[in-house]
């Protein structure tokens, strides 16, 4: 199994960054998909972000491109969501996710391995 934790998290005023980790950690599948997802109260867990294996692919959803970057460090099995220009629709609680037969990574039931989560809080 694979496991994933994430931290990073905090809070922040509207128009700062925050940097998001994800280590991952136990059985490591070569040519996984990473992604971000993220939950805001009384909402569905929605797609942010996501990185192929050696990093050469880059997806993310309409409401963080040109805000957001996402990057992998497989050495240290490690990726990153960097988030810029943070807005208060940002907060949530933000997942990692790895997946071993994506298709184009935008969907919750691509992915096999879930992190627990790490909370951003965006304040005006």
């Known amino acids: 199994q694979m496991q994933l934790v994430e931290s990073g998290g905090g809070l922040v005023q509207t128009g700062g960054s925050l940097r998001l980790s994800c280590a991952a950690s136990?059985?490591?599948?070569?040519?996984?998909?990473m992604g971000w997802f993220r939950q805001a109260p009384g909402k569905e867990r929605e797609f942010v972000a996501r990185?192929?294996?050696?990093?050469?692919?880059?997806y993310f959803a309409d409401s963080v491109k040109g805000r957001f970057t996402i990057s992998r460090d497989n050495a240290k099995n490690t990726v990153y969501l960097q988030m810029n220009s943070l807005k208060p629709e940002d907060t949530a609680v933000y997942y990692c996710?790895?997946?071993?037969?994506?298709?184009?990574?935008?969907?919750?039931?691509?992915?096999?391995?879930w992190g627990q989560g790490t909370q951003v809080t965006v304040f005006s």
């Open positions: 996710a790895a997946g071993l037969r994506v298709r184009l990574g935008v969907e919750r039931n691509e992915y096999d391995f």
């Open positions: 136990g059985r490591i599948y070569a040519g996984n998909i």
């Open positions: 990185i192929t294996w050696n990093g050469d692919n880059t």
